[in-house]
């Protein structure tokens, strides 16, 4: 089992930054890819970016240029950058874990972040 725990989300204004943080726990060394993905209200869930184990990245069109997401695998920890932040961007912002295993894969998701951007 994995536990996601995320942090940082908040209220800002248009144009401005904020940074995610999600720290993983319990079978760590079983992750592989890590990510964000985005759910604004009565919407679904959307993929904002993703980052292997070894640091290949991966990111949603509407975000490339202005999110960047990295990964310490020292701390179990997978960050989400966002700059130029947009209205649209407001949503809950979920972090996730995959752990594969002998027949396909596990994923996690920690409980989600509220990011807010007025305009």
């Known amino acids: 089992q994995v536990q996601l725990v995320e942090s940082g989300g908040g209220l800002v204004q248009a144009g401005g930054s904020l940074r995610l943080s999600c720290v993983a726990s319990?079978?760590?060394?079983?992750?592989?890819?890590m990510g964000w993905y985005s759910q604004a209200p009565g919407k679904q869930r959307d993929l904002v970016a993703t980052?292997?184990?070894?640091?290949?990245?991966n990111y949603a069109d509407s975000v490339k240029g202005r999110f960047s997401i990295s990964r310490d695998n020292a701390k179990n920890m997978v960050y989400l950058q966002m700059n130029v932040l947009k209205p649209e961007d407001t949503a809950v912002y979920y972090c996730?874990?995959?752990?594969?295993?002998?027949?396909?894969?596990?994923?996690?998701w920690g409980q989600g972040a509220q990011v807010t951007v007025s305009s």
């Open positions: 319990g079978s760590v060394s079983s992750i592989d890819a």
């Open positions: 996730y874990a995959d752990s594969p295993w002998l027949w396909g894969r596990t994923r996690y």
């Open positions: 980052i292997t184990s070894g640091g290949s990245t």
